[in-house]
């Protein structure tokens, strides 16, 4: 319906004339929709208006404290950047929740959305005058990457599958360099807090401003180690990196194969153990799995904390959906994270989109998050996690479900608290297997295909009749379907 720039166009319309800050805006915008891609721009970005410089700020707006934290986390760097470039004065963006900023979202009058900000907007005339002279830009340290501020330990939800992690990050973070932990190497699969636990560290360690820390991913430090040679000036980056107090290296996995620099680092690792300083380093495996490391090197990285982080179970999916729909402000009912948990059992960063996307649909069209739109809005998602459902599969969530005993699903038994999920059970194999009625019968305790007909009459009477019982069953079925 409407492109990247049209509702800033409207905006300047509504205004008359066309400010400069407006022209600058419009090209940032189509930067940035070139960069992200023009999904992720009308997802995120296109909402957003602009506000009024103040001295070296500029204010943008979102309709919504959700989007403005997502914008803020994601883009918030990169807007600062394009609005330097744009105008050298400005070296800040404010990122503001402005309701009415959002076209779709509510009908209440527009208060300080980006129209009305617009029509604040100074003159270019004095936003230049802001630039006397540019101060040096902050200037971070070439080289160490910067820690997200969204990336703490208050924020990392702990459960079974990553406790031992997270206590000895706690601990490295509360007294680096002390025996046992040193260095501390943390290990697991894609997207279950490696980094974020890392970052954790840093943070906390950089806010009692106790000591320097140096966080990259090994990535980094490779393309560091060969930009120093190729500029000769490898003692350096050799020194830069042997003053930290604390280094961390982000997915160490990636050195191998890499022969010199692992070698660089195998010597800076030993020169800041043997001084004392705190390494961490984090990995897809353990050490000793680490093949096409240097034997060295892995004995070296063995000798501290070593600590995995396990899959996510059920339970800990489920606590981490609750603390980010929190976080976020939008009602999500409990029925939509379970099914979540059950339906994306990939990793923690997976179970964070599909969140924050049905949060940004909820946000973005004022509507409620309810099990249908969940489906609808994630079909991609869920569709890549699905799988062939089979009855003993069926069986079993659906017994669990109503807490009775698998062995229930074909015991002769027929008191309407068994009789009950047996036949929920069934009429799911029906609607969701292509198994034939008299097979259906067969893995139910050898019922005959006239019973599997029945309780498939009698599922359908009762979801007609009673909505809870309909709920419970569309729920399951949600969970089950391939
Ligand atoms: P890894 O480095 O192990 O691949 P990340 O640390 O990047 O994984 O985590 C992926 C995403 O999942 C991040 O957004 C992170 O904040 C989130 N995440 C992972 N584990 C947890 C947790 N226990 N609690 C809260 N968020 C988590
Ligand atoms: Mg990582």
Same mark, same amino acid.
């Given at each position: 319906?409407?492109?990247?720039?049209?509702?800033?166009?409207?905006?300047?319309?509504?205004? *008359?004339?066309?400010?400069?800050?407006?022209?600058?805006?419009?090209?940032? @915008?189509?930067?940035?929709?070139?960069?992200?891609?023009?999904?992720?721009?009308?997802?995120?970005?296109?909402?957003?208006?602009?506000? %009024?410089?103040?001295?070296?700020?500029?204010?943008?707006?979102?309709?919504?404290?959700?989007?403005?934290?997502?914008?803020?986390?994601?883009?918030?760097?990169?807007?600062?950047?394009?609005?330097? *470039? !744009?105008?050298?004065?400005? $070296?800040?963006?404010?990122?503001?929740?402005? $309701?009415?900023?959002?076209?779709?979202?509510?009908?209440?009058? %527009?208060?300080?959305?980006?129209?009305?900000?617009?029509?604040?907007? %100074?003159?270019?005339?004095?936003?230049?005058?802001?630039?006397?002279?540019?101060?040096?830009?902050?200037?971070?340290?070439?080289?160490?990457?910067?820690?997200?501020?969204?990336?703490?330990?208050?924020?990392?939800?702990?459960?079974?599958?990553?406790?031992?992690?997270?206590? @000895?990050?706690?601990?490295?973070?509360? =007294?680096?360099?002390?025996?046992?932990?040193?260095?501390?190497?943390?290990?697991?699969?894609?997207?279950?807090?490696?980094?974020?636990?890392?970052?954790?560290?840093?943070?906390? &360690?950089? =806010?009692?401003?106790?000591?320097?820390?140096?966080?990259?991913?090994?990535?980094?430090?490779?393309?560091?180690?060969?930009?120093?040679?190729?500029?000769?000036?490898?003692?350096?980056?050799? !020194?830069?990196?042997?003053?930290?107090?604390? &280094?961390?290296?982000?997915?160490?996995?990636?050195?191998?194969?890499? #022969?010199?620099?692992?070698?660089?680092?195998?010597?800076?690792?030993?020169?800041?153990?043997?001084?004392?300083?705190?390494?961490?380093?984090?990995?897809?495996?353990?050490?000793?799995?680490?093949?096409?490391?240097? #034997?060295?090197?892995?004995?070296?990285?063995? @000798?501290?904390?070593?600590?995995?982080?396990?899959?996510?179970?059920?339970?800990?999916?489920?606590?981490?959906?609750?603390?980010?729909?929190?976080?976020?402000?939008?009602?999500?009912?409990?029925?939509?994270? +379970?099914?979540?948990?059950?339906?994306?059992?990939?990793?923690?960063? +997976?179970?964070?989109?599909?969140?924050?996307?049905?949060?940004?649909?909820?946000?973005?069209?004022?509507?409620?998050?309810?099990?249908?739109?969940?489906?609808?809005?994630?079909?991609?998602?869920?569709?890549?996690?699905? $799988?062939?459902?089979?009855?003993?599969?069926?069986?079993?969530?659906?017994?669990?479900?109503?807490?009775?005993?698998?062995?229930? /699903?074909?015991?002769?038994?027929?008191?309407?608290?068994?009789?009950? %999920?047996?036949?929920?059970?069934?009429?799911?194999?029906?609607?969701?297997?292509?198994?034939?009625?008299? +097979?259906?019968?067969?893995?139910?305790?050898?019922?005959?295909?006239?019973?599997?007909?029945?309780?498939?009459?009698?599922?359908? !009477?009762? /979801?007609?009749?009673?909505?809870?019982?309909?709920?419970?069953?569309?729920?399951?079925?949600?969970?089950?379907?391939?």
């Amino acid at each position: 319906m409407t492109g990247g720039l049209e509702g800033y166009d409207e905006v300047a319309e509504a205004n *008359a004339q066309k400010s400069i800050l407006d022209i600058h805006w419009s090209r940032i @915008c189509a930067r940035l929709k070139a960069e992200v891609g023009e999904v992720e721009y009308n997802t995120w970005l296109r909402q957003m208006g602009v506000g %009024p410089v103040d001295e070296d700020e500029i204010t943008l707006y979102l309709p919504t404290r959700f989007l403005r934290d997502w914008v803020r986390g994601q883009y918030g760097d990169r807007l600062g950047a394009l609005w330097h *470039a !744009e105008v050298p004065a400005i $070296r800040r963006v404010e990122l503001q929740v402005a $309701r009415g900023a959002s076209p779709a979202t509510d009908g209440d009058a %527009p208060s300080a959305g980006p129209a009305s900000a617009a029509a604040a907007t %100074p003159p270019v005339a004095e936003v230049v005058a802001v630039v006397e002279e540019p101060r040096a830009a902050e200037v971070r340290s070439d080289l160490a990457a910067p820690l997200d501020p969204r990336f703490t330990f208050d924020t990392f939800v702990v459960g079974k599958p990553n406790e031992f992690a997270y206590a @000895c990050a706690r601990r490295v973070a509360e =007294r680096p360099s002390s025996p046992g932990f040193n260095p501390l190497f943390l290990y697991g699969g894609v997207g279950l807090g490696k980094t974020h636990l890392m970052h954790a560290i840093g943070s906390e &360690l950089v =806010r009692e401003g106790r000591v320097s820390v140096a966080y990259m991913s090994a990535e980094k430090f490779m393309y560091r180690f060969i930009a120093a040679i190729r500029s000769q000036s490898t003692m350096e980056f050799k !020194e830069q990196l042997r003053s930290v107090d604390v &280094l961390m290296i982000d997915d160490l996995q990636f050195l191998i194969g890499k #022969d010199n620099t692992q070698e660089e680092f195998f010597h800076t690792f030993n020169a800041l153990v043997d001084a004392g300083r705190q390494i961490v380093v984090s990995a897809d495996k353990s050490p000793s799995d680490l093949s096409g490391l240097e #034997d060295r090197l892995r004995t070296r990285l063995g @000798c501290g904390m070593v600590a995995d982080i396990h899959a996510t179970t059920f339970e800990l999916r489920i606590s981490i959906l609750e603390a980010k729909a929190a976080a976020s402000g939008v009602e999500v009912p409990a029925k939509v994270l +379970e099914f979540l948990a059950h339906k994306i059992t990939s990793n923690v960063r +997976e179970l964070e989109g599909a969140l924050n996307r049905l949060i940004a649909h909820a946000n973005l069209f004022g509507r409620p998050v309810t099990l249908e739109a969940t489906q609808d809005v994630l079909h991609d998602i869920l569709k890549a996690n699905n $799988r062939r459902v089979t009855i003993e599969e069926i069986q079993r969530k659906v017994a669990e479900h109503w807490n009775i005993r698998l062995t229930d /699903m074909s015991s002769a038994r027929r008191s309407t608290v068994v009789a009950r %999920p047996r036949q929920v059970a069934m009429y799911l194999s029906k609607q969701l297997t292509s198994r034939s009625l008299p +097979e259906i019968g067969r893995k139910f305790g050898n019922r005959d295909h006239t019973t599997v007909i029945y309780a498939v009459r009698r599922v359908m !009477e009762l /979801m007609e009749q009673d909505p809870a019982f309909a709920e419970d069953v569309e729920l399951l079925r949600r969970m089950l379907e391939s």
